[in-house]
């Protein structure tokens, strides 16, 4: 792989994820930042990209993670940063009440950085109690996220829920939802900005 700025590790594409992709290298393009997508393990391991993106669909949902080759560190998953971020931007409120259904990587990422910003935090997985889980996502949060690798909420169950939903998959079958692809892009962008200006990501 020739240097260039980000090399994008992506070796099992579905629909959502070439979309995703997609729109990331549109990012890419418009902010002057260069890139390689590799797709096999012998052209990411020879990479010389100053950052580096593993992009891994799992089902109908990805996972963002970047690292910083030059500093040497580890950065919080780009797609629980970009949840943190928009959540803490347009609910500032600490009273919020916030469900996050997934605890993963991306999961427990997120849990830690709204608990330490002081909101009250349900910490839910696809294998909970459907009835309590969906009872406090329904009457109790302010706010879900959806971050598991299915779907959680049909439809019927979606329609008589008031909570704003953040689905990073397809976590809820409904269109009144918000996605957060655009905002871990941004994570992605700034990190690389940073990076090319020197400054620690």
Same mark, same amino acid.
């Given at each position: 792989?020739?240097?260039?700025?980000?090399?994008? @590790?992506?070796?099992? $594409?579905?629909?959502?994820?070439?979309?995703?992709?997609?729109?990331?290298?549109?990012?890419?393009?418009?902010?002057? !930042?260069?890139? &390689?997508?590799?797709?096999?393990?012998?052209?990411?391991? *020879?990479?010389? %990209?100053?950052?580096?993106? @593993?992009? &891994?669909?799992?089902?109908?949902?990805? +996972?963002?993670?970047?690292?910083?080759?030059?500093?040497?560190?580890? %950065? $919080?998953?780009?797609?629980?940063?970009? +949840?943190?971020?928009?959540?803490?931007?347009?609910?500032?409120?600490?009273?919020?009440?916030?469900?996050?259904?997934?605890?993963?990587?991306?999961?427990?990422?997120?849990? &830690?950085?709204?608990?330490?910003?002081?909101?009250?935090?349900?910490?839910?997985?696809?294998?909970?109690?459907?009835? !309590?889980?969906?009872?406090?996502?329904?009457?109790?949060?302010?706010?879900?996220?959806?971050?598991? *690798?299915?779907?959680?909420?049909?439809?019927?169950?979606?329609?008589?829920?008031?909570?704003?939903?953040?689905? %990073?998959?397809?976590?809820?079958? *409904?269109?009144?939802?918000?996605?957060?692809?655009?905002? *871990?892009?941004?994570?992605?962008?700034?990190?690389?900005?940073?990076?090319?200006?020197?400054?620690? !990501?």
């Amino acid at each position: 792989m020739n240097d260039c700025d980000l090399g994008i @590790y992506y070796d099992n $594409p579905n629909e959502a994820s070439d979309m995703y992709l997609k729109w990331l290298l549109k990012d890419c393009e418009e902010n002057g !930042i260069s890139y &390689e997508v590799c797709h096999n393990a012998v052209e990411w391991l *020879t990479s010389t %990209s100053k950052s580096e993106l @593993y992009l &891994e669909p799992i089902l109908d949902s990805w +996972i963002n993670s970047i690292k910083c080759n030059e500093h040497n560190v580890d %950065s $919080p998953s780009a797609t629980a940063q970009g +949840i943190y971020d928009y959540i803490t931007e347009h609910y500032p409120d600490r009273a919020e009440i916030i469900a996050v259904i997934g605890r993963g990587l991306v999961g427990s990422q997120l849990i &830690e950085q709204l608990i330490q910003y002081g909101y009250t935090v349900f910490e839910f997985n696809s294998k909970s109690d459907f009835h !309590i889980m969906y009872k406090i996502c329904a009457s109790v949060a302010d706010i879900v996220v959806g971050l598991a *690798t299915q779907e959680i909420f049909n439809e019927f169950e979606c329609k008589y829920m008031d909570s704003v939903l953040i689905d %990073s998959g397809n976590n809820f079958n *409904t269109k009144n939802k918000l996605r957060c692809g655009k905002w *871990t892009r941004q994570v992605i962008i700034d990190r690389i900005k940073r990076l090319k200006e020197g400054a620690e !990501i």
